[in-house]
């Protein structure tokens, strides 16, 4: 299924540390607060205190990674606009004109978008491009399965560099016109269910729109059998340049020790195969929030995560993503500052139940 390059660095990928959660819970439960009450704040410190393989955890230098791709399966008039928006966006990231940008700003995050499968190039963007878009899977295949392994590697590499650049969290983000219909084939496979269930407007179709795409996934799940025991496959087929791109972002986190943030639909659809690579790797998985996408809640469930946030966004871009930062920055800060029971000067809370 995997090559040897592949499979080697996944089987890295270990268990979070005990040691260092459990540390960060005695901390936590040290703090001069009700026991627990800053609930999922407290458990995503401890879990990145897993991650980190220490308790005394650091978040302040992040990252967005954006994969930016075109589909093939545009052709067939399954979204408003075309791969020249793609394009639009991608430089527009640079001159802080997408939302995105604005929001990474404003939070400290340096935003890094790759070319991994534009349809065009562009000034500035990152050039690590598989293909000038995949091929309409309507008709064939999206991509060669040499492809879709390439663009893991391309995700778990961009992970390695950050790493070794001090980068401490990453959050994940897409571009490309086409890409909830890739990841609603996805999904359909992976969770056994059928395409109508899982795919939505998108970028605003209307319900004739909203038809077609349904009927074009299912003609294409018809026509290409992928094989949901295969990732690889599923993506070779169904998939887009950027799904398999940020899957091996999602890899690359366990295998380095970054934690890595879910952003929308199309972002836990490529941490859905990632966990299907390779399970170990859920771990290291942050959810932000539950998008306004009728398969989102569902990909969470299958993921095991549970959402920070509920504000029906499906922008993409990693604009989820990026929003949960200032909550764990505020989280860090709690944990790092806070007064202890004895400095405050009144008696510990303790576990009754």
Known sequence: MLNEKLMNEISRIRPLDGTAMEESRLHWDGIAKPLGSLGKLEKAVTQIAGIQRNANICIEKK???????????????????????????????????????????????DLFPIDIGMATDTPRTEKHKVAYGTRNFAKEPAM?????IMAIETGMEKIRELKQRGYQIIATGEMGIGNTTTSSAITAVFLGVPAE?????????STEGLSRKVQVIQKALKLHHPDPSDPID????????DIAGLAGVFLGG???GVP?????????????TALRIAPGCGAYMMASHVSGEPASSMLLDALGKSPFLTCDMRLGEGSGAVALFPLLDFASEIYHKMASFPDAGFEQYEHLE
């Open 144 to 148: 060669t399965r040499e492809q879709a």
């Open 260 to 272: 890595v943030v879910i952003d929308g639909v199309i972002s836990a659809a490529a941490a859905l």
């Open 197 to 205: 269930t899982v795919t939505g407007r998108g970028a605003g179709l």
């Open 63 to 109: 990252a967005l990674i954006i994969m930016c791709a075109d589909n093939g399966v545009v052709e067939e008039g399954i979204s408003q606009s075309g791969p020249e928006v793609t394009a639009a966006v991608a430089e527009n990231f640079y001159d802080e004109k997408s939302c995105v940008a604005i929001m990474c700003r404003k939070c400290g995050t």
């Open 254 to 256: 366990a295998v380095y």
């Open 234 to 241: 599923v993506l070779a087929k169904v998939g887009g340049f």
